[in-house]
């Protein structure tokens, strides 16, 4: 699927969803939340609303998804192998972000990514959770993902800044707002192709 593809099965999923290809074909628009805060437990940093089935929504065709940082995310509405380096749940399977090639189970097409948002949110994770990571090292992630990585595969990439990777290995296809309602901050979406 190209991008304008990718665009058309979106807006058509639901009444109100709207993305658009900007002139240099990545995806663009804003994604508003609202109040929609609720998840399927209380686990700190879950997926909220309809996220997933938005990004569900954006890429119909992967076959291998796999959910990085995933903790106890409900993933019923995108499946895949749920990853993370302090598991919740028997369903999710130990692994470091920062050396992902060694304990990828597939070479995924699909990595849906809800990282701690930089080294306060990491902070927050360890005193909840007992969270060993000790850092995020996100252009390591990248380089990770890469090696494991289906060719063609994408990176959905949810954060409040914007990450660092190589153009190498990576091509960036997409910037989506995601917003949510007065008083909380804007996080950004950013979607990567495997280059």
């Not at 499946?79 to 749940?89: A, E, H, L, V, W």
């Not at 369903?91 to 809800?114: E, F, G, I, K, P």
Request: aromatic share 12%; hydrophobic share 30%.
């Amino acid at each position: 699927m190209n991008n304008q593809d990718r665009v058309a099965n979106y807006n058509a999923t639901s009444s109100g969803w709207e993305l658009h290809c900007g002139s240099d074909d990545r995806i663009v628009g804003t994604i508003y939340l609202g109040n929609n805060y609720a998840k399927a437990n209380d686990y700190y940093g879950g997926y909220q609303g309809n996220y997933l089935k938005r990004i569900a929504a954006l890429f119909p065709d992967k076959t291998s998804v796999a959910h990085l940082y995933a903790g106890q995310a409900d993933i019923t509405a995108l499946p895949g192998t749920k990853y993370d380096i302090n598991p919740q749940d028997s369903h999710t399977v130990y692994a470091d972000a920062r050396a992902m090639s060694q304990s990828a189970v597939a070479q995924h097409d699909l990595w849906v990514c809800d990282p701690p948002y930089g080294e306060e949110r990491l902070k927050e994770y360890q005193r909840r959770y007992n969270c060993p990571a000790d850092s995020i090292n996100v252009r390591r992630v990248f380089n990770q993902l890469y090696l494991a990585s289906a060719p063609g595969a994408h990176i959905v990439w949810l954060d409040w800044q914007r990450p660092f990777y190589k153009s190498s290995e990576w091509r960036e296809t997409g910037a989506v707002l995601y917003r949510g309602s007065t008083g909380h901050k804007d996080r950004s979406i950013s979607i990567y192709e495997r280059a």
